[in-house]
């Protein structure tokens, strides 16, 4: 049998050998769950909400077990990883929540009555990368569930532990065989092979923009239903009129997270003119306490990058000479990269428009209102952000201008569960959570009956 070895990034150990699943094992997979599907479909939605239910509160009781193995397996502090091990908790039960909740509609016309029902897809491939492997594995599989949909989870080669856990946990709470599946393996084996079988009639990928397009190029020769998650390179616009200690203190957070690996990193901090000074000296002091450490301690607000060739990658987008200063990192082994800010950039440097996917922030400059959404907007992503202000009429206002799917005014924060969440031009297609969610596991069937007859 062909194994993946899994190294915790903190250290370069091995942690795990994983199942490589081959193509036949991902199509047998897939057929099981279409069998699986015959039945979860015409489950009464009372008892698959219970289900549901019974998988979430699974889950909740697993969090330090999870928590600890995504620690081990992605080198995501354990303060994080217990959010995201919660995340799932929260996501499953909502959704629970929402299966009884799912209604057609009558429609009045001439001639009779029409109904529209709501009908599950049939089989999703849920496609999930390695930066936040719990929740963004959860952001799939939960509205799918819930709609009535089976579910085949390829997660990332590197980072598979959680995903195959929580699928124990689906079978431990009583969710029946091959409604959620976890098959293991790289993307070019097991991925191509969801997006290539005809039996799956959706696929929800999140990942890098480049094989998003080749995920929806490959679907639409089925006119396969496609959601992408794609790259981001979000701004975090300051205005002299907010409060700079506290937008200063938040930076840190809103790119530095999960070591910068983060879709939703703020990677373009854009400051007023007038406020540059103030804003750089407590940024840099923020970036130097920055705690940057043995992710497994309660302390540690930042780990390591997820593997050697990633690092590499991440060094050689940085060009030494417009470090205007760093965080610092452990000694030792690891795959360790610091908190890295950049100046001196301007619109047409790689570093202003790539995602890097690792801790490094530019920092920019403008006039006036117009100028700093200009500069927002001067990117082919568009997904997240921060803006800065006291006031709110400026900070609505700009979030209105700014093309990008979630925004926050004053906070860092990117993802509450309750609402949507995905990303305008190459940043993605369709939204997932918020209560929505599960209709886009379903196709809109529309049943006209003749009351003349
Ligand atoms: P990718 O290299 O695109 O991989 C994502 C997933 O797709 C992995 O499971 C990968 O498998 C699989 N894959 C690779 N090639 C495939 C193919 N030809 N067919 C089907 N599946 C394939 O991304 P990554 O490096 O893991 O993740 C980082 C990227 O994800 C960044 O661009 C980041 O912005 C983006 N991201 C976006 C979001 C949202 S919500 N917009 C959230 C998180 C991350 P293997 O890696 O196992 O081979």
Redesign the pocket.
């Known amino acids: 049998m062909s194994v993946t070895q899994v190294i915790n990034p903190s250290t370069e150990e091995t942690v795990a050998e994983v199942k490589r699943a081959s193509a036949a094992d991902a199509h047998l997979a897939i057929e099981r769950s279409q069998q699986a599907f015959k039945s979860w479909r015409q489950m009464a939605p009372g008892k698959r909400a219970e289900l549901l239910r019974a998988f979430g509160a699974k889950v909740r009781e697993a969090n330090e077990e999870l928590a600890r193995l995504e620690v081990k397996n992605s080198g995501h502090t354990i303060a994080n990883a217990r959010w995201e091990a919660n995340n799932v908790a929260d996501v499953i039960t909502y959704y629970a929540g929402a299966v009884e909740r799912m209604t057609g509609s009558q429609i009045p016309v001439p001639g009779g009555v029409d109904i529209t029902f709501l009908e599950p897809v049939g089989v999703v491939g849920v496609?999930?990368?390695?930066?936040?492997p719990m929740p963004?594995a959860g952001w799939g599989f939960a509205p799918a569930l819930a709609a009535g949909a089976t579910v085949v989870l390829?997660?990332?080669?590197?980072t598979p532990l959680t995903a195959l856990r929580i699928a124990e946990l689906a079978l431990e709470a009583g969710i029946p065989e091959n409604v959620f599946q976890v098959v293991t393996?790289?993307?070019?084996v097991v991925?191509?092979a969801?997006?290539e079988d005809p039996l799956v009639r959706k696929i929800v990928?999140?990942?890098?923009?480049?094989?998003?397009i080749?995920?929806q190029q490959k679907a639409a020769k089925r006119i396969k239903r496609v959601t992408l998650?794609?790259?981001?390179k979000s701004a975090n616009i300051v205005f002299a009129d907010s409060d700079i200690t506290k937008a200063a203190a938040s930076a840190p957070y809103s790119v530095f997270d999960n070591a910068g690996q983060?879709?939703c990193a703020r990677s373009r901090i854009l400051v007023e003119e007038s406020a540059y000074d103030e804003f750089m000296a407590k940024f840099e002091v923020a970036v130097t306490n920055l705690r940057v450490e043995d992710p497994s301690l309660d302390s540690s607000e930042m780990g390591p990058l997820i593997t050697g060739a990633h690092r590499r990658s991440v060094e050689s987008y940085v060009d030494e000479s417009l470090v205007l200063f760093r965080g610092s990192i452990p000694d030792g082994r690891g795959f360790w990269y610091p908190p890295t800010v950049i100046g001196g950039v301007d619109s047409s440097h790689i570093l202003f428009r790539e995602?890097v996917?690792g801790p490094v922030v530019t920092v920019s400059t403008f006039k006036d209102e117009t100028e700093a959404i200009e500069m927002a907007n001067d990117s082919e992503y568009g997904?997240s952000g921060s803006i800065w202000t006291s006031n709110l009429g400026k900070g609505l206002r700009v979030a209105r201008g700014v093309e990008s799917g979630n925004l926050s005014v004053n906070s860092h924060s990117s993802v509450r569960y309750w609402t949507p969440?995905?990303?305008y031009k190459m940043?993605?297609l369709g939204r997932?959570l918020g209560p929505d969610a599960p209709n886009a596991f379903c196709e809109v069937k529309n049943v006209f009956i003749n009351t003349d007859i």
Not at 205 to 212: A, I, K, N, R
């Open positions: 496609i999930v990368p390695w930066n936040f963004i390829k997660p990332a080669e590197v393996g790289s993307g070019s991925g191509e969801l997006v990928f999140t990942g890098s923009t480049e094989v998003g080749g995920i998650e794609l790259g981001g983060d879709c995602e996917f997904l969440f995905g990303g940043s993605g997932e």
